[in-house]
């Protein structure tokens, strides 16, 4: 593995950098400038949903970036997301005419032609869940979607698919870091293909998500392991961040850092200079703390 455009396969024709930029919580004053500027930093993956409430800035942000490096559209990998209903929050499941109706106006929101890949945020859509799938499937065969694929599906949302026999998804996005490695989805996820993507991998830094209102959850158990990290960063030459970023990596998941600062941009996408040492893998194996944190407010398999 070298170099920071290394890729993960999803299909046969399709294929996603292993390093994409995250724009949850970036707001529309900062997406345009932040976008682009991870375009120039080299990312060549942005992940956004219509949940993000970002859609329009961010394309301005891809247009910025295309232009400034002299790229085309064909240069980058655009993910987004479906945002399904919840009918636990008065919020009703989509169909799958509206699946189809979100996924266009996500194109026109962000001013593309088409996604490299379109998700089903969470497994929120109940009855309506196959539905949007099989709408995902149409949106692939119409060429509006490259690849398709969920996030946040545990075993069981998966086997429904499976039972329903159609196509399964090309990945799953998941929370995975080494305090939530989620091993029997992921065994389950390999058995059918599925490719993993890793949201959140930087949960266990002491300053994830500590502004007012973005309580994270963890547990003191989880606190007391972070100076781990720390030493083994040291040991690398290499900071903390770039450490969890190159575990998710070396296990062959795409990772979505997200930065407003151009710094840690830049230092999020330099991941393969170094290689965590089999050891150093091992330690971190034994590290798994269960589902994760970065849903605090629920837990979206539900
Ligand atoms: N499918 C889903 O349900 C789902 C859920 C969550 C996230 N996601 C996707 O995954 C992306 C990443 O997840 P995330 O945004 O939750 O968190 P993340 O990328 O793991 O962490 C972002 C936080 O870490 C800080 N940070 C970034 N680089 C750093 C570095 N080198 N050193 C120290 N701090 C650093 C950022 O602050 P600064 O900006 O100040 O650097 C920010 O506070 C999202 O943006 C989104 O695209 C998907």
Redesign the pocket.
Known sequence: MSGAQTSFALNSDTSIPAVGF?????SNDDAETAISSAISAGYRHI???SG?RNEQTVGAGIRKGLQAEGLTRADLFVTA?LWPGNPAWGDAPKTGAQTIKECDASLSRLGLDYVDLY?I??PYGGDMRLEQWRALLELQNSGKARSVGV??FNESHLDEIAAAGLPMPDAN?I?LHPWSQKPDLLAHMARYGIAPIA?????P?S???TEPGQDSAKTDEMKADDTAFKNMANKYGV????LLLRWGVQNGYAV??????PD?MR??IDLFSFAIDETDMALMATMDRGDGV??ASGD?SK
Request: hydrophobic residues 35%; positive net charge; proline residues 5%.
């Open positions: 995250g724009t949850y919580l970036i992940d956004t949903a993000y997301k998700l945020h969470a996030s946040n996005q929370e949201y959140s991998s930087l949960v830094l300053t994830w998500r900071s903390e961040a770039q979505l850092p997200k930065s407003l600062n840690r230092q999020n970065a849903w979206p």
